[in-house]
């Protein structure tokens, strides 16, 4: 299997559980806020350019507010629904529909500057959400930025926590957390056998480095948002700090 088929068995292996908890949360009227879809990788569009990279990198961001709406569980077959959440992910990261996102211009400025570290190596990207599954808008639920409350985050842990496997099958050499530090209770309880200690070398910035089994380079900063706040050229001199450390 190519590394979407595992992907795809990945997500249809915890489908079942997963919809029937969120039905009983979309069909709860106590529960105000409802889920969005999940965010589903789909790597084919770089057809087996991923998988033959000298260099895989795994970029996170924090959670995908309003994805594709509220969630619907009853979608069948099963292979129906993943195709739908994976072509809006296909759409907007693949095709370039959110590349106006603050984020995804982050993003783009660390892959132009790995990439001109590394002018000979062959280098392709994923872009992927710490926390799966985020707050959708409704008529009653204007503001789906912000990690969704608790009872969709346990729902989450509990059926469709696939983080760490998701990494297993994706194999990268380089993973990159976009998040901040107030997000690192979130990345060690979807990796428990990470650690995120502070990189020495990077004095005061809010840089970590991971330890993740299997992964070599792994480092945690702030949001792209958060780096714009801290002037011109900030965000070059954390990312420039992330890449002198990496080793290949």
Not at 20 to 34: G, V
Not at 209 to 236: D, F, W
Request: glycine share 6%; aromatic share 10%.
């Amino acid at each position: 299997m190519d590394v979407d088929d595992k992907l795809i068995a990945l997500y249809k292996s915890r489908w079942e559980g997963f919809c029937s908890s969120m039905k009983r949360i979309i069909e709860d009227d106590r529960c105000a806020i409802k889920p969005s879809n999940p965010l589903l990788l789909w790597i084919k569009h770089d057809g087996k350019e991923y998988e033959q990279a000298d260099l895989k990198v795994v970029i996170f961001g924090r959670e995908n507010n309003d994805w594709c709406g509220v969630f619907n569980p009853d979608i069948a077959p099963v292979e129906k629904a993943i195709d739908v959440i994976q072509e809006k992910y296909s759409d907007y990261y693949c095709e370039g529909e959110g590349s106006r996102k603050i984020f995804m211009q982050g993003m783009a400025k660390f892959e132009k500057m790995l990439k001109e570290r590394y002018p000979g190596k062959k280098i392709e990207f994923v872009w992927n959400n710490i926390v799966k599954i985020g707050k959708a808008r409704t008529e009653n639920q204007q503001n789906s930025i912000g990690l969704p409350p608790q009872y969709i985050l346990d729902v989450e842990m509990q059926q469709f926590n696939v983080v760490q496997e998701e990494l297993e099958i994706l194999n990268p050499d380089i993973v990159l957390f976009l998040t901040g530090p107030s997000y690192d209770p979130i990345i060690s309880a979807r990796i428990p056998d990470c650690t995120i200690e502070p990189l020495q070398s990077a004095g005061d910035k809010a840089i970590a480095r991971v330890s993740i089994p299997q992964v070599r380079n792994c480092y945690r900063t702030n949001h792209p948002r958060y780096l714009r706040t801290l002037g011109k050229g900030a965000m070059e001199d954390y990312f420039n700090t992330i890449i002198d450390d990496i080793k290949l």
